[in-house]
């Protein structure tokens, strides 16, 4: 079983990666190449601007999502530093549990509004193509945000009290996968 998470871990981070770096290189490159044309030939791909904003979105997303993997989000960690090493371990797997939920219902949420936006047959304006298609990334995303935070939960579980704190949150993950 452990073998299969740690090719479900590569997986979920390989593709968190690429989409993120591809869609801001992607999407940066599109911006260039069509403000070139537009100032230095008086030409343009109508549909590039769509475009670029849905390739940052994408790129958001899954550099959001592979955040939690690597323990980059703000964490404000003054208080529970003060706590006993045994409440603050506890804290924090609340406070992961609340976050994998949350993560969740958007994950719900956005196959619904999928749903809808097919039912409805919304187009993009510009790409001609159909609205849910650039939306994937909404549940995609936020299922491997939130697979990320679960494993946080077990990874925190298995984490001794006294280790949970050193200075921040991202340490100690650091420091438990480090010694595995």
Request: proline share 3%; glycine share 6%; charged share 15%.
């Given at each position: 079983?452990?073998?299969?998470?740690?090719?479900?871990?590569?997986?979920?981070?390989?593709?968190?990666?690429?989409?993120?770096?591809?869609?801001?290189?992607?999407?940066?490159?599109?911006?260039?190449?069509?403000?070139?044309?537009?100032?230095?030939?008086?030409?343009?791909?109508?549909?590039a601007g769509e475009l670029?904003?849905?390739?940052?979105?994408?790129?958001?997303?899954?550099?959001?999502?592979?955040?939690?993997?690597?323990?980059?989000?703000?964490?404000?960690?003054?208080?529970?530093?003060?706590?006993?090493?045994?409440?603050?371990?506890?804290?924090?797997?609340?406070?992961?549990?609340?976050?994998?939920?949350?993560?969740?219902?958007?994950?719900?949420?956005?196959?619904?509004?999928?749903?809808?936006?097919?039912?409805?047959?919304?187009?993009s304006v510009d790409l001609?193509?159909?609205?849910?298609?650039?939306?994937?990334?909404?549940?995609?995303?936020f299922l491997g945000a939130?697979?990320?935070?679960?494993?946080?939960?077990?990874?925190?579980?298995?984490?001794?009290?006294?280790?949970?704190?050193?200075?921040?949150?991202?340490?100690?993950?650091?420091?438990?996968?480090?010694?595995?």
């Amino acid at each position: 079983m452990g073998k299969f998470f740690e090719i479900l871990d590569v997986g979920i981070a390989s593709v968190n990666k690429t989409v993120a770096v591809l869609g801001i290189a992607a999407g940066t490159l599109l911006a260039f190449v069509n403000v070139v044309m537009r100032y230095c030939f008086n030409t343009g791909w109508s549909w590039a601007g769509e475009l670029t904003n849905y390739l940052f979105i994408w790129s958001a997303f899954f550099a959001a999502a592979y955040g939690f993997r690597k323990g980059i989000h703000i964490s404000v960690t003054i208080l529970i530093e003060r706590f006993p090493p045994i409440v603050a371990k506890a804290y924090l797997i609340f406070a992961n549990i609340l976050t994998t939920v949350f993560l969740m219902f958007i994950v719900v949420y956005s196959v619904q509004y999928l749903q809808v936006m097919i039912e409805l047959d919304f187009m993009s304006v510009d790409l001609g193509v159909p609205q849910w298609i650039p939306m994937l990334v909404l549940p995609i995303a936020f299922l491997g945000a939130s697979y990320r935070a679960g494993e946080k939960i077990f990874q925190i579980a298995m984490t001794p009290s006294d280790k949970v704190i050193v200075n921040n949150e991202a340490e100690m993950i650091h420091d438990s996968v480090k010694k595995s």
